[in-house]
């Protein structure tokens, strides 16, 4: 069972997620709350905190960086991913960003994905990274390959390029679309193709 907090100021927003996330029989909404300081101040043990980007006095990426460790995974919640908001939030340590226009099904998933340590980035999130950074034609092959699961050695065959080569490429989509990871770059591979 998967234990989740939900942080959001609007309690018609909290308790629909709370109904929607406690309806899968995985997942169970321990807590929820209002405010970023209720969530610091709570002694509730959590796996996955669905946390609100936009909190009032104390906004979502403060609160994440306020977390005490051994701190839950957290997946950041808004109406509307901003590019520098995403990379803020990933690079601060979110589990991912989700956006609430996704469906029931997308977040939880979302969830399950952060508490198996998977990066969870809603369709248009990836989106709006992949279209924060103007790639070159061969850093969208790379990318492209990436989101196949490819290794450097394997993109490198396919490409005919140096595996060094690929390398540079694939520290420069990382750069270019503000993520910290290989599989970051390969979720924002999926949700543009898909």
């Not at 998967?2 to 100021?9: K, L, M, S, T």
């Not at 839950?72 to 589990?95: H, K, Q």
Request: glycine share 10%.
């Amino acid at each position: 069972m998967i234990r989740v907090q939900v942080v959001d100021d609007h309690a018609v927003v909290r308790e629909g997620l709370a109904l929607v996330l406690g309806a899968r029989p995985d997942l169970d909404v321990v807590a929820q709350y209002g405010s970023g300081p209720e969530l610091l101040a709570s002694s509730v043990a959590a796996d996955v905190v669905l946390l609100d980007l936009y909190l009032p006095g104390m906004d979502g990426l403060e609160v994440l960086r306020r977390l005490r460790s051994p701190a839950p995974r957290v997946l950041m919640l808004t109406t509307v991913g901003r590019p520098r908001e995403i990379r803020e939030a990933l690079a601060a340590g979110a589990a991912g960003f989700v956006l609430k226009d996704s469906s029931g099904e997308e977040l939880a998933a979302a969830v399950r994905a952060a508490h198996e340590g998977v990066t969870a980035l809603s369709p248009a999130v990836a989106a709006a990274l992949t279209a924060g950074g103007t790639l070159t034609p061969r850093e969208r092959d790379v990318l492209e390959l990436l989101g196949d699961g490819l290794s450097n050695k394997d993109i490198a065959a396919r490409l005919r390029l140096a595996e060094r080569t690929v390398k540079a490429h694939v520290g420069s989509v990382l750069a270019k679309l503000g993520v910290t990871s290989r599989t970051q770059a390969a979720l924002a591979a999926r949700a543009r193709d898909g």
